[in-house]
């Protein structure tokens, strides 16, 4: 309810709802009372994307261009001239999301993943799915098979058939106090 109170009185809300991009705005807002954001945090996710539309207007962007790079492009510029806050980058995925779910934009192309990346993803499933670890301890893990994988298999899942226990002994024992 707080959000929703919000949201009423917001002169912010009204200037974001009543500018060319005002549907999606109001589809945020939808968003953010069903997750019951508070009304401070609400107040920085509409700052925030009031900023990038801004942004993106005075750079002659079109909102079908916004993608992560130009999110990437928009929170430099801002941290040039403002501190970036912890929740902004997330208020910017939230956005891009709901763009992409009303189809405003294109969706998300993910780049091919190098060999290392593979192997990381299928690790991190084993853990998750084999182990029941947790993601908190899967985050853990990761980094030392990271460095693991590329001091001694730096070949890809093919060198991986072929690491010995020479290897990870000649690997454990200088990392042993890391």
């Known amino acids: ?67 992560e790079l130009v999110v990437e492009r928009y929170l430099r510029h801002r941290g040039g001239r403002q501190s970036i806050q912890p929740g902004d980058r997330a208020a910017l995925k939230r956005w891009l999301w709901v763009l992409r779910e009303e189809g405003a934009i294109a969706p998300l192309v993910l780049p091919p993943l190098n060999p290392h990346e593979r192997i990381f993803k299928e690790f991190d499933a084993y853990l998750r799915l084999e182990r029941g670890l947790a993601p908190r301890s899967i985050v853990r893990h990761l980094p030392v098979i990271r460095r693991f994988l590329y001091e001694v298999c730096s070949g890809g899942a093919g060198a991986l058939r072929k690491i010995s226990q020479e290897d990870v002994i000649r690997y454990v024992e200088p990392h042993a106090q890391d």
């Not at 009423?8 to 109001?26: A, K």
């Not at 401070?40 to 994307?49: A, N």
């Open 1 to 67: 309810m707080e959000v929703e109170e919000y949201l009423g009185r917001s002169r912010l809300y009204r200037r974001l709802r009543s500018g060319p991009h005002g549907q999606f705005v109001e589809r945020c807002a939808t968003r953010l009372v069903e997750e019951r954001l508070v009304r401070h945090g609400t107040w920085r996710y509409l700052d925030v994307i009031g900023g990038l539309l801004s942004w993106i207007a005075g750079r002659r962007y079109k909102l079908v261009d916004l993608d």
